[in-house]
């Protein structure tokens, strides 16, 4: 692998073009490639970010020479086809969550990297902060004794328009697809994979989640308790309990730059501690040095949201689904 990692971005949408400014900041990272539908998206979006080959089909990026990985950008329903492709071009891939529609079509991706030995990374990017990074610390060194209850949300509230991913089914619309998967993510990241699930949703006229409350219970007798909206806004923290203290992530707690550490220990009260980590940019280059890390290092996966807890967390949203009654027109062909 080179010095300099040369990435292509596949899609030219809103996510692909916060991607391209956020590896502005990293000099070992070069926008060598873009691949749309058309030439004219991709012509725009090389403009905008000086990206010198640019691609009017996803099949001729995944095939330029000069690009050594790339960032699945679309729509979830296309995630699995768009991955697939770039493996099968032998490209490793960062794919934007959620990860695919549901946990099959996961399994597949996976498995297409796994067969072909190559890197696969669900693009998580809240797991990459530097605020995230202090919280595993916290839990690991007991700050706040042994993590018992989560609370956290992530709802907005989102102008009602049936054309748009958020509202379409055939998009794999709703909150839990969209923005539901970041609580139920760091959930997994706290306690692993839940033994039991319980959620009530709101489903709307266009039939997918526009608001819905779950319940995961863990192994130990762990639980979390999350909210997930596009028609609700919501304070956007994120709370960890534990037996010694609780954290408490200040909004936006998926994007933080602030948290509140209260440890008790053998006390009775203890003051709180206001740890303030800012972050550069807006945020996405962390997940691309972990990508170019990983690529440096030879790994096929991150440690830090491996593959087998994507499928989990995967098999984790189908099953809230399940209970919803949710299906997306693809699942029922």
């Known amino acids: 692998m080179a010095e300099k990692i040369r990435w292509g971005i596949l ?29 004219q998206s991709a012509d725009a979006f090389g403009d905008a970010f000086r990206v010198l080959h640019r691609h009017a089909s996803y099949e001729g990026l995944v095939s330029d020479a000069d690009v050594d990985v790339i960032y699945v950008a679309t729509p979830h329903s296309l995630h699995k086809d768009n991955t697939i492709l770039c493996l099968e071009a032998g ?47 916290l839990l690991q060194g007991e700050v706040i004794g042994e993590p018992r209850m989560l609370t956290a949300d992530f709802g907005f509230r989102a102008k009602m328009d049936p054309e748009t991913r958020l509202f379409n ?11 539901g998967v970041y609580p139920v993510s760091l959930s997994s990241m706290i306690f692993g994979t839940p033994t039991r ?15 819905a409350a779950i319940i995961l219970g863990f192994p130990g007798g762990e ?34 730059t602030r948290m509140t550490v209260t440890g008790f220990g053998k006390k009775e009260a203890a003051s709180p501690e ?20 990983c690529l440096h290092a030879g790994k096929r996966e991150s440690n830090v949201i491996p593959l087998d807890e994507t499928l989990a967390i995967m098999r984790t949203l189908d099953e809230i689904r399940t209970q919803w009654g949710l299906k997306y027109p693809m699942e029922l062909e």
Not at 106 to 130: G, I, N, Q, T
Not at 169 to 179: E, Q, S, T, W, Y
Not at 225 to 253: F, K, N, Y
């Open 197 to 211: 699930i319980a959620g009530m949703a709101h489903l709307g006229d266009m039939g997918v989640d526009e608001q």
């Open 274 to 293: 206001v740890v303030e980590l800012p972050y550069e940019g807006n945020g996405y280059h962390y997940e691309a040095t972990e990508v170019m890390q």
């Open 91 to 137: 490209k490793p891939v960062l794919c934007e969550k959620p990860f695919a529609i549901n946990a099959r079509e996961a399994e597949e991706m996976v498995r297409c990297a796994r067969e072909r030995k190559l890197f696969l990374m669900e693009a998580m990017w809240s797991r990459f902060f530097p605020i995230m990074f202090k919280v595993r610390e």
């Open 223 to 256: 639980l979390a308790v999350l909210h997930t909206a596009i028609r609700t806004r919501t304070p956007q923290e994120a709370i960890i309990m534990g037996t010694d203290g609780h954290v408490r992530i200040h909004s936006a707690w998926w994007h933080p």
């Open 11 to 39: 899609g030219t949408g809103a996510i692909a073009k916060k991607f391209a400014e956020g590896l502005k900041l990293l000099d070992d990272a070069e926008l060598a490639a873009v691949g749309s539908r058309t030439q």
């Open 169 to 179: 089914p055939a998009l794999g619309g709703g909150a839990l697809l969209d923005v």
